[in-house]
């Protein structure tokens, strides 16, 4: 049987272990969250991880300083891979690894994070292949609201109408014409 887990490389807690059980995780700073890491640097619901096909994937919540799977920002879900390394804005580091476990073994506490010390052998990190990044996917689209501009400009055209028309009929002398109930007509 195989479990995966997160190994805090740095972050408040470098050496801690969290086991990874359940179809979905989220990982924050809310004490809520199965992976709760409390770090000012990290949202309240900064990630979710969804146990598919045997597999994580995780995806960033919308959080401000952003997910990042092997140094590329998440755009979207990505698949984890053993080996991968999970950061967290800038100084969370988290290690993600597949671990064989003996199914007679009995485990003590499935859903508590527990100290650990770092394993003395570093996993081998296969290279990524990178796919180039569409540019709409890396930032955000910001949305302008045109009707403002509109109804300005719309005012605008209007009080530009009515002074050329009052110029109009004051330069042609013909106050008796469009007003004849002004005195003197």
Not at 125 to 150: D, E, M, R
Request: aromatic share 12%; proline share 9%; hydrophobic share 45%.
């Amino acid at each position: 049987m195989s479990q995966f887990q997160f190994v805090m490389r740095s972050g408040p807690t470098p050496g801690m272990v969290f086991p990874l059980e359940g179809d979905q995780l989220l990982i924050g700073r809310d004490a809520t969250n199965g992976i709760a890491i409390n770090d000012a640097e990290i949202s309240r619901k900064h990630s979710r991880l969804t146990f598919q096909g045997g597999k994580y994937v995780i995806e960033d919540l919308g959080s401000t300083n952003g997910t990042f799977i092997n140094g590329q920002r998440l755009a979207g879900p990505v698949v984890l891979k053993p080996g991968d390394v999970v950061s967290l804005g800038e100084q969370i580091v988290l290690m993600y690894d597949a671990i064989n476990t003996d199914t007679g073994a009995t485990i003590a506490s499935p859903r508590a994070a527990r100290m650990a010390p770092p394993p003395i052998q570093q996993p081998v990190v296969q290279p990524v292949q990178q796919t180039p990044t569409p540019a709409y996917a890396s930032a955000p689209v910001k949305k302008t609201n045109l009707l403002p501009f509109f109804i300005g400009g719309g005012v605008l055209f209007f009080i530009c109408l009515c002074i050329s028309f009052f110029w109009w009929v004051d330069a042609t002398f013909r106050w008796c014409v469009f007003f004849p109930f002004l005195s003197g007509c």
